[in-house]
């Protein structure tokens, strides 16, 4: 296993540790149990946002703190759900006094243990509202999750309710829009090499030199099938067919793009699949009017990309242009 | 050979596609010959600044294309220089009569090209100036150039000289500005693995599953040695060594303290980098006053990484902190 780790057991404390050093302006890393929560919070009469999920998917969720996307973010170890000590403490301390909103991504585990940490909180007169992100046509049930599986969609969750709670939205508009983002939200990915989770030491699967995983998770787990090498253009169409398909999008509707790179893809190669991925839009009548291009929600180091598609309201559309201040999206502040 | 690709003929031009259908609101893509530059160029009255160089280290150079810092980028093809023809085209048009500085990075062929188009440019009664960047203390000479190879550290002169030439520095002061931040810049990388030129079909040498190769430098090309695997924090003060024996930093230094990832490497052990490397330079009396952590000059989907350091001082500080809107850098603006 070739990793700039020092252990297994370390690799979380020691990134967070980096982190905190790094971007200490902008975050506050608080350690046993492990959150990262903006260094400005808690910020008073505001909604706060929380989510988290295992670690190994950065910049997602804690590169995503700070003004206009997430108060706090909860890591787990990677790839493996945060615990509810871990989602209590977060959501307390970031708590407002306007009530607080989890995000969180279809998997059993961390389904559970948001929930788990909310009743806590709401036993302490904190109201708080969970909204699940399930936006993978890949697959309905999986290895980790019930139903269907909560990928690079989160982001645009993220960022979306983020601007808009940073804008005064309260507690009920805000799920509302989150419920909105993710309904209007679709995800698909495809994979050309495995990731090796460092606990595990080896490949989490195999594939042949010619093979490529159709339809992956964000863990590694099974997609849909192991299908033939293709060129850029036919994985671009690959991975727009169910998503189109699933979401009837109609000629008109305003979108927004988003081509992930799922940690060892290349930008030069994620800008190969946006080419693609709009001409396919376009032919579809589709407006593509606000994009995101980059390894946003990663794999450890998979080789391997994803497309999100986001019908968008004006509502969304103004909220994802708001000023957003985090280590990885930042714009207009 | 496994790559989002439609053909090794194809990347760079399918690539400047993508980009030009992104970042339509902060480039115009011109193609034969092919350059990237601001939307909004050229600022008249401003002094221009271009760089480029071969294609596979995404985003340098055409994702540091617009306000605050470079004017235009030249795309080579993958680890190939950009021809005259290139160059001088994006000159003339990103001239806005206040002179132009070429940012060059250390390889034979770039710097002959880079000067004979800025030989043609004076014919044409432009002032253009050349600053060659050469931050690599691993080796002497390598197979593309003579001298040290200009590395990750050309992304802080770029963004330097860029904030400083927004903000209406002359051609004079920057090209000192240039020259003074590449003398105070000093990087050294790493690999775990290696990468595959498109056209080459290949991997560009090999590493036994217990190696590193130690001073690696951007285009995969041979480094100091080949050693064996290490933990991260040994990596770190393996990388920190050289660079702070080589420019003399004096405790009390202010420094910026940037970590950048080959394009395979996960941002997680970028920070587990980072972490080290802070605490390194803090033993040493150093004061880490900004940092940049993440994949910004790489080497296609090479697992590896790279430290630089750069002194500095007031006016620098002061540029790095002006506003910046490129696809791949941008704060305050």
Known sequence: MKKFINSP??????????????HADLLKVCREPDYIMRADGPVRGKVAL??????????????????????????????????????????????????????????????????????????????VRQVIIDDDVAVKDSLYTAGRRGVAGTVLAERICGGAAEAGADLETLTALCTEVNAGT????????????????????????????????????????????????RVAEMLMEPILEDLPFSAGDEILLFVNGMGGTPLLELYILYRKAYEIAQQHGLKVSRHLVGSYTTSLEMAGASITLLR??????????????????????
């Open 50 to 127: 929380v989510s988290g999920g295992g670690s190994g998917h950065e910049p997602l969720h804690g590169g995503f703190v700070g003004r206009g996307m997430l108060d706090a973010a909860c890591p787990g170890a990677v790839f493996t759900s945060p615990t509810p000590d871990q989602i209590l403490a977060a959501t307390r301390a970031v708590d407002g006094g306007a009530g607080v909103l989890h995000i969180v991504k279809n998997y059993t585990g961390d389904v559970m243990n948001f929930e788990m940490a909310a009743e806590l909180m709401q036993a302490e007169g904190v109201d």
């Open 9 to 22: 057991e370390d690799v979380v404390t020691d990134a967070l540790e980096g982190m905190a050093i790094a």
């Open 186 to 233: 679709r995800s698909m990915g495809i994979a050309l090499t495995p990731c090796t989770v460092p606990h595990a030491g080896k490949p989490s699967f195999a594939l042949a030199e010619d093979e490529m995983e159709f339809g992956i998770g964000i863990h590694g787990e099974p997609g849909r099938a192991r299908v033939k090498l293709e060129p850029a253009d």
């Open 312 to 333: 968008l309201t004006g509502a969304m559309r103004q909220a994802w242009d708001a000023p957003v201040l985090t280590p990885a999206l930042r714009w207009g502040a």
